[in-house]
Every structure is written in structure tokens, then in C-alpha cells.
């Protein structure tokens, strides 16, 4: 138990603070957080952030970042809202949207593992790019998604299981097992690992550098475009500033959840953690009674606050 | 002495990184059974031959047979030397600091089924027997699961020698294997390296230290500038005249 301990030294401590936090927001206001509608609240809308985290988390292991997942979300999503109502089907809707974010994605794969563009750099030029091209598309307007209510994609994206469970959370319960089973299984993950801890050591034991790297930012881009999708069926529309709030909410919960500034290694379990701590803050802020100002705030305490926790527990580790 | 003919040939080896000329034709043979030197300053080219022969760099010019055949460079990697047999234990270790001792084991040919998912189990049990019969790891209480990060240098050596070894190469290639260990450690290094050559295996030890390379090698090749400057079978030279050739390869 205590080796066991010791190995999952971050989840553990990322568990903790989700437990605390919860306790804290219990003790503040009881009738709400000891209710369950509130849970079903966030059982529909913390996996939006969950299931990019999730991708995010692969591309930070392995040494890069990915600032244009954004517009990503915003280009693919238009891309669904346009062909739904265009043609009808939800199948040829989604698989529009997918491909268009998992291309995307290969842009920037080509960008940073093709060309040598650093990838900080190079996602952010590429954000400015699709945000700007989905503008001009879209004459920035919003787009209705109403009508498709009743559809059968909507009841497979966003329906309620027995009236009342998320299909999205489903949806995020799948990628996780998926994603947890490709970083600590497969070897992908494998070659994720060493090339974000190594990438000299990587190449030279015959570990594909440039191809982990590029489908990392695909396999990014297409979760990017598949929770565009969940959030137009959703909200019942989609619009043009669509993915700019999740930026800080995918960073965040991907590094309050102990995965690695500094690529390498990092957690699956830790980031959907905490994906559900980012997620619950907003809604504890804002019910124990502060503004909706203060959650932002929040936000920014946790990402520098869990990267410095964890830099000391890695040094302490290293010794 | 009668040596059997060589199935591994390496000629007219050619490569510069930008202006520098690394290695300008260089031909190499290698024997079954045959431990071959590989000597000369620093910066000679030794490294970047090593690298051209396990698959890391592609030469720009030159060729290599093996057991006769040509092998053709512009397909040549990592994986298609070590599916040849070719393994290397470069002079920057090479490893994952953060990622347990096993994956470092197997990273890049993963005991892995069709759709790529590693048996963890095997490569635990096999990583536990590299340990302790290979390295002797085990005994100073490491196990699979450690890190790479908690090992001293002589532990990581002794990992990525240990790597090499556990795949049954035909050849593998040590560059500086024995620098920065104690006593002890060299012994190991050296009698891993004897024991190849009982084996029939072949090895290319790339060292600085002379003691250590006359006490093994059959033959010594001598680089300098890129090029082969002197080559010396062990009965031909002991080591003083090995020192001397280094020093003054073009004199001898
Ligand atoms: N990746 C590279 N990029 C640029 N130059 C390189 C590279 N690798 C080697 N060189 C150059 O090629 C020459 C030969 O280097 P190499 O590493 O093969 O020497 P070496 O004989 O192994 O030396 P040492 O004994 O110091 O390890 C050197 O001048 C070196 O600077
Ligand atoms: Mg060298």
C-alpha cells in the first residue's frame, strides 16, 4: 500500500486536493453540493474540458504544446453545424468535423516535427490562422443547431442515459480508458515518453521521433473537434468565439492533474482529476456566494500553484 | 594466426556535418568471434562511424555488406540494423531518465502483440533477469519499476550494455563503455566483452583507455582525421607501441 502510495505520489495528492476542495464547498453551502442535480451538471459539462485535456496531456508528454486547439474546436464545430443542417446527416456531419480537426492537427504535427517549428510557435500562428479563416467563413456569425433537438446524433452525443446520465460523460469515460490504455499499454505511449524525455536517446534506440509527435497533435486535433461537436449539440448552436474559453480550463486541469511541464511523463488519471476540480471551482465560487470574477483568479492559482507543488515534489523525487 | 573471413564490411565510408568532415573513406571488416579496437583522438570519427554502423546517421557516401549481401543505406535504421543483429550502446547513454529501467529495456522493439500492446508481464520478468544475471543490478535492491533518474553512472552503463546484450546481436558496438568506473565495473565491461567473443559474437570497443582495449580487442584500427591512419593485429604490437601509434599514427 505504501509503494503503491509512493509510485502514484501525484495522483494521490491531486485526489486530495479535489477532496478537500469538495469538503470546503460542502461545508460552504450544503444544500447545494449535498444534492445531486448539481452533479449532473457537472457530469454534462466538465467532459468538454476533460476530453481535450486528455489529448493535451499526450502532446505535453511528449515535449510539445498545442495553443490552436481553440480554433480547432471553433473551424471543425462550423464544419458540423454547417454540413448538419446542410445535409441532414449526423454521420456525415461528425465524420466532416473529425476529419477536419484531426487534419488540423496533421498541420501542426507537420509544422513541428516536419519543418522544426518550435511548437509553441507554431500552434499559435496556427490559431490566429483557423480562428481567422472560421471568421471569414462563418461572416462571424452564430449558427442554430435547434431544430436538431429530437435527432438521433444529438441522443448519441449529448442524449441523457435513463433521462438523466450525460451521454457525454460516457463519451469521456471511453476516451479515458482508451487514452489511459494507449500512454501506459501501447506503444505509442511508450514512444510518447521517451521522446518528450529524450528525444536524442529516442532516435537513437529506433523510436519513430517525428511520426509520435505528429500523431500526438492529431490524435489531439480530432478529440478537439469531437468535443466541438458535444458542445454545439449541447448548447443547440454554434458560434464564432467558440473554444476560446476552454484554453485556460484544459491547461489548467491538465497541470493541476501533475502531468509534466517538462514532457516525459505525466498522468491520465491525474488529468481527468483534474478536469473535475477545474470544473466544480466555477460552480463552488459562484454558489459559496463570491462573483464569477473570482473564478478566474481561481484558475490562475491552480495552474501556478499545482506546477510549483509538483516541480518540488519532482526535485525531492530526483535526490 | 588464421582468422575467418569477415561477413561484416564497411567501405569508402563517407560523412560531414556542414563544413566538417567527419569520416573521409573509411573501410572496416569484422569477423565472427573478432573484437575489433576502434582507437584515436577525440574527434577522430569514431562516434559518428559507430552511429553510421548501428543505423543512427546515414553515411554520404560508401557501402556495407553483410555475409556478402549489400545492405542498402537509404533504408537503413535503427530497427533494420538491429533486426541484422547490429546493436550499439552509444557514449551518451541513451536512456529515458524518468521512465523505469524495463521500458528503457525495450524501448524502440517492445515485446508487443499485432495492435501494439506491450505484455508488461514478459518484459518485467525478462527487465528482473537482465538485472540480475546481465548487469548485476539486482543486488543493489533496483527493480524493473525504478527509475533511470535514481541510478549512478555506473548503473546506467551497465543498463544500457545490458540492453545490448539481451537481444543476441551478432555485433555489438561499445563507444566507451568503461569511462567513469571503478575497478570493479571495468571487470564486468571487459569480461562481457570476452564473453561475447566466446560466443562467436563480434564486438567494436571504442575506448580512450589503452589497458582496457589491448586487454581484449584481436585487432586495432586506428582513426585519425576521419580516416584509417594504422591497423595492428593484437600478436603485432603491445601496449606501449599501441600508445605510441596513437599518438603518432603517420609515424609508424
Ligand atoms: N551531429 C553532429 N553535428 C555536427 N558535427 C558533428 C556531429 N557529430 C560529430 N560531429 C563532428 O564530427 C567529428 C567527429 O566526431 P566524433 O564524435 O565521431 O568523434 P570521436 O572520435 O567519437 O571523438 P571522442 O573521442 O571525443 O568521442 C568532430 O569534429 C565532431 O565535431
Ligand atoms: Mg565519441
Redesign the pocket.
Known sequence: MRAFLARNATQACILGILLATLAVFVAANPRTFLAAPIYLAFLSTIPFTAIIALGMTLVIIAGQIDLSFPSVMALSGLVFATILPATGSGALALVAALACGGLMGLGNGLLVAGIGVPAIIATLGADFFWRGLTMLASDGLARSLVAFRDSPVHALLVGRLFGVIPAQALWLAGIAALVWLLYHRHVFGDALRFVGDNPEAAAMTGVPVRRTKTLAFVLLGLLAAFSSCLVCMEMGTWWPTQGEGYLLLVFASVFAGGTSVFGGEGTVFGTLIGAVLIGIIEAGVVSSGFSGFWTRLIYGLVVLGSVSVYAVLLRSRRR | MNSPAPFLRLSGIA????G????AGVDFELAAGEIVGLI????????????ILSGV?APDAGSLTLDGKPVDFRSYDVRRARALGIEAVH?DRCLGEKQPLWRNLFVGRHRAGRLGFIDIAREKTEAMTVLRDLVGLSGNGLSPEARVAGLSGGERQGLAIGRAMHFHARVVIL??PTTALSLREVERVLSFIADLKAQRRAAVF?S?TLSHVHAVADRFVI?ER?RVAAMRVKDNVDLSGLCSLVQAPGAA
Do not use: M, P, R, W
Open positions: 560523412k560531414s556535418f556542414g566538417v568532415t567527419a569520416l584515436g583522438d577525440n574527434g577522430a570519427g569514431k562516434s559518428t562511424l559507430v552511429k546517421y557514449q563507444d566507451e571504442v580512450h582513426l576521419g
